[in-house]
């Protein structure tokens, strides 16, 4: 078995349709220090090079939400209140899996960023401003969404 729990490819092992990644995380959210506004949480991850939402792969039988506020924890050192679910993102990985990302909105309710080696820094950024530095087009409709979700509560 790997880390994941996957068959591993040996001997007289089936193929079937690759298992699909699960993974869930938060749109991180503060106000703004200065002047009130909304800011989002985005990491960067030196390893991809990339900014990203803080997000990461579930444990074996841990639930979404559970897992979503333990990834934000370890990138970001942030503890967070999770509030709405968010769109659910699909893609395949480089390695030809699909996967499967579980958002939720998440306000930052305290903690402190530490760099470490899987996200060196965090930035706090506008919603237009945070939606223009994420690498992934497929990460900025979640910063709308967020968006939307803050206005209807």
Known sequence: ??????????????????RTVRAAGCVLWRRSPHDGGIEIGLVHRPRYGDWSLPKGKLKRGEDALRGAVREVREETGM???PGSPLPTSRYTID?????????????????????NKEVDRLAWLPPAAARDRLSHERDRPLIDALMSALHAT
């Open 1 to 18: 078995m790997t880390a994941e729990g996957d068959p591993g490819a040996g001997a007289g092992a089936t193929t079937g349709p690759p």
């Open 79 to 81: 503890e967070c209140a």
């Open 95 to 115: 390695d030809g899996r699909p996967k499967e990302v579980r958002y939720w909105a998440a306000e930052a309710t305290g903690g402190a960023f530490l760099p």
